[in-house]
């Protein structure tokens, strides 16, 4: 697991862009966190690495956003996920292994369908909701993941092998 603490909304956009660079087509990102934790600016971040030229913000009804970047990006929130069906409805499968890279807010409703291979970032609120604790937990076999990519000046960084 890497951890990098993030001091501000921007730090946090950063990290995403970072990650967004290096994303490739069938990548999926799992994000777990609490209201406000900022997985929704970390996705932004994403979004601009990706090079998506929208403004993104939350798919709070429709449970699912697209942009068009230098791959789709498919932007999943399942916060009113009540059932698994919705998403089965939605078609799921064609995002989580189609044209583009998928990142999902409230991830654990879903984890029964999360392919093994994907990357998994947990936010947690720090320093009295000062700061932002970023989990990495990386895949196996992705080495384009290492943490230069993802470490700025500001970040601290831990590493072990457990997920
Ligand atoms: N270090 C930080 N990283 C990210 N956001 C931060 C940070 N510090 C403060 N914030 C603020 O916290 C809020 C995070 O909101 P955001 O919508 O990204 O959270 P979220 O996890 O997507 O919430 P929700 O569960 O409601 O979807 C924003 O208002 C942002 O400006
Ligand atoms: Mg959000």
């Given at each position: 697991?890497n951890?990098?603490i993030?001091?501000?909304?921007l730090?946090?956009i ?8 290096v994303?490739?087509k ?6 777990v ?5 900022g ?7 994403i979004a ?7 403004y993104?913000r939350?798919p709070t ?6 942009y068009q970047?230098?791959?789709p990006l498919?932007?999943?929130?399942l916060?009113?996920?009540s059932?698994?069906t919705d ?10 292994y189609?044209?583009?890279a998928?990142i999902i807010?409230?991830a654990?409703k879903c984890?029964?369908l999360?392919p093994?291979n994907?990357l998994r970032i947990e936010?947690?609120v720090?320093d ?6 970023i989990n990495i ?8 993941w290492a ?8 970040a601290?960084?831990?590493r072990?092998?457990s997920r």
């Open positions: 697991m951890i990098l993030s001091k501000s909304a730090q946090t950063n990290i995403g862009k970072r990650l967004g660079k994303l490739k069938g990548d999926i990102i799992a994000l966190g609490d209201l406000g934790s997985k929704t600016t970390l996705t932004s971040g601009a690495g990706l090079e998506v030229k929208d993104v939350s009804f429709t449970l699912i956003n697209e970047g230098r791959i498919y932007h999943f929130d916060y009113r996920l059932c698994l998403l089965e409805e939605l078609g799921w499968e064609e995002y989580f189609g044209e583009g998928t807010e409230w654990q984890k029964e999360l093994q994907h936010l947690k720090v009295k909701g000062k700061s932002r604790q937990f990386l895949p196996e076999d992705r080495n384009r943490m230069p990519t993802l470490q700025g000046n500001y601290k960084s831990q072990n092998s």
